[in-house]
Every structure is written in C-alpha cells, then in structure tokens.
C-alpha cells in the first residue's frame, strides 16, 4: 500500500480522458491504480462515484446510468473481472455501450500467488464475454488509449475494456518501516 | 414474523397505477411478469437474465435521473444474490430510488425451494444495517399506497419488502428482446439511438 498523495501523470491522464469523454458517473472497486481518478471524481461536481460491495455491481449499475442518459464507467482491478462474469450477459443482451478501466495484477514482478490465476486469464475472461480488450502499457500512452476506448464505447456502441499494465503500477512495496 | 398473504399482482398493479410516472427496473422471473401484467410501459426495463442486477442497476438509474422516481421491483432470491448492492445503495441513498422486494420466501422460478428470507434472512433489518433507515416491511395490500406516496415523495431511498403469497399466477411474459426495451426505454426519457 502507498502512502503517498502524489499521483503519476498517467493516473491524471485517465481522469482527464474519462471527463473529456462526458463521463457522468464511476463506479469502482479501489485500487491503487485508480486512487487519483477515485479522488478528482470525488473531488468533481458533475460527477459521481460509487463504491461497490462487488464489482458485477458496477455492470449494472453503469449500463442503468446509460438507461437514464448518462456516461459512466466501471474501475476495478484484474481480480474483479472474474466476478463479473455472468453479469456481463447484461451487455450482450441488451447491446449495452460498455467501459471499464482494468488495473492488472498477476502478471508482472508479483509478490502474491494467489493474483496471477486470476491477472493471468483478465484478458481471455473477458474476450470469452465478449468484451474487446485494449491495452496501455506505456504511460505516455495511456490517456490516449482511454479516450479511443471511450470513443469506441460510447460512439460506437462497443464493449471495450482497457487494462492498465502492472509495470504501469510498479512494484508494489510489501515492507514497512 | 407476519404471514405471507398480499397477492403479488394486485400488489405490483395498484403501485405502478399510483406511481404512473416512474422509471421501473424488474428483476428476472415473476417480478417482471407482475411489471408486464400490471401494463406494458416504456419506462419498464425487465432484466430476463443477469440475476442480483436490478438493483445496481435501479441506481446507475436513479443518479442519472435525479428528478425522476425509480423503482427495482424484484424478487428475495434476486435480492439476496446482489445483497451487497443494498450496502452500495445505503452508501449513496439516492432520494428518488425506491426497492420493492417482493417476498414469498421461495425460488419461484426454479420450483418454489425455500430461500434465506424463509431460513432466517430478515430483509428489513438487512437494510436498515445497510443504511436505509426506513426500510420496512409491508403484510397488507392496503400498505402500498403509503407506499407509493412515498415514491412519488422521493424523500429519501425507499425499501419495502412486501409478504406476498407463493401463488404462481399465469405467466405473462414481457419483451425479452434487450435491445428493444433498452432504445424504447431510452427514447421515453428523450435519449435517441446513435
């Protein structure tokens, strides 16, 4: 766990995608990753956040915010995907507009075991459901990539999630002094 | 606890009759059957699958209609699947989201099995535990226009569980085309297909 209030500049460029796209409202699940957009939504007047229990949760409650007219977007971490598994039959079914923003574990300088089943099948869980899946491994990048998958989502009517890569993240200090 | 004797349909009938204007979001199976047979209505959204997301999904709704009332109609056994988005509803309280838990104690869907709200479950202090404070239980069809003014009232987030009765009455199926009864749903609020 970080401590620091300091967020990178790509943790800012997923904000300021996610705003400049008209996204009204997100509902997550915490991660490190998504600390600073969690804050700037907190932090934003025309926007709302949601925390959820689960993140299957989150499918419906995003593709209800769509019902009623408005933008919103699903945060979670790699491990939330496999819960979400049945409810992303809602998306199929209804041709629902879809985005979620997908930080990853499991995959690169892991400490823990028990991330990597799940982190090493993220991708495939969702392709199986069928969600697209882009991927933003250089932080130079990744505000552009959210914006085009916002695009995709909202313009295009698309079921798109953008995994944010591990390395993006960094190692994750276990220590404590 | 009170006996299970409100008859599900004169229930779901009388409510949406005195809350003609709401945006209503069912959960799968019996619920949404009580929603068509009440009258079909643009500003129904029947869930035929994706069971524990009615109310999630009620809420998605209710924050981006804020001037609007909306109501999850739905089932114990759906209820109890996503029970943890009671707990993301109490965190948010939405002024104008209502949530009528329809119960009858059983899986009607799958046979009548007992579910938790007949083995111990208590819905009511669930969500009040929840943080919804007014949550309360209804074993009277004379409860729901009370009911219903406090929807239309949108004071503060409703939860109602309601005793119905385990009578399967005939089935009278809604829409399950979800492309349909989304773009309908839409095009009632304003919004147009892309």
Redo the contacts between chains.
């Keep these: 766990m970080t401590t620091s209030t300091e967020s990178p500049a790509w943790q800012k460029a997923v904000f300021d995608a996610l705003k400049a796209g008209g996204i ?2 997100i ?1 997550y699940v915490p991660d490190a990753g998504h600390a600073y957009a969690i804050r700037a939504a907190q932090a934003d007047p025309d926007m ?1 956040d ?5 993140e ?15 933008r ?1 977007a699903l945060l979670m971490q790699s491990s939330g995907v496999g819960n979400c598994v ?2 992303f ?2 998306l199929a ?4 507009p879809f985005l979620t923003l997908v930080t990853m574990r499991g995959e690169y300088a892991e400490f823990n075991p028990w991330q990597c089943p799940m982190g090493l099948r993220t991708q495939a869980a969702l392709e199986l459901m069928g969600i697209t899946v882009v991927r933003a491994s250089d932080p130079e990048q990744v505000g552009e990539i959210v914006s085009a998958a916002l695009d995709s989502a909202f ?3 698309e079921r798109i999630a953008v995994l944010l890569s591990q390395s993006l993240i960094g190692r994750k200090k276990w220590e404590r002094n | 606890m009170a006996a299970h004797t409100v008859n599900r349909r004169d229930f779901v009938a009388r409510l949406l009759a005195a809350a003609p204007d709401a ?1 209503v ?1 069912t959960g799968l199976g019996s619920p949404a059957y009580d929603v068509f047979a009440a009258g079909e209505r643009d500003r129904n ?1 029947y ?8 109310t ?10 804020p001037d609007q009332s909306v109501i999850a109609i739905t089932g114990d056994g759906e209820q109890l699947m ?1 029970i ?2 009671l ?2 509803v109490g ?2 309280r939405p002024k104008n989201l209502a949530i009528v838990v329809l119960d009858n104690g059983h899986y009607g869907e799958t046979g009548m099995q007992r579910s938790h709200a007949s083995l111990g479950t208590d819905l009511v202090k669930v969500a009040q535990g929840f943080g919804i404070p007014g949550a309360q239980r209804i074993d009277q069809i004379t409860g729901v226009d009370d009911l219903a003014r406090r929807i239309v009232a949108r004071q503060d987030t409703v939860f109602a569980q309601v005793l119905i009765d385990a009578d399967e009455p005939p089935r009278c199926l809604p829409p399950r085309d ?2 349909y ?2 773009n309908r ?2 095009a009632a ?3 147009h297909p ?1």
């Design positions: 009204r409202q509902a709302l949601t925390v959820l229990t689960t299957e949760e989150g499918v419906a409650l995003v593709s209800g915010a769509w019902l009623g007219g408005q919103a049945n409810m039959s809602l079914s209804c041709q629902f313009l295009a009517g | 945006l979001v959204f869930l035929w699958g994706a069971m524990g997301g009615s999630a999904m009620a809420l998605g709704l209710a924050l981006a209609q996503g943890g988005s707990a993301t965190a948010r979800g492309s009864v989304k749903f839409r609020l304003g919004f892309f």
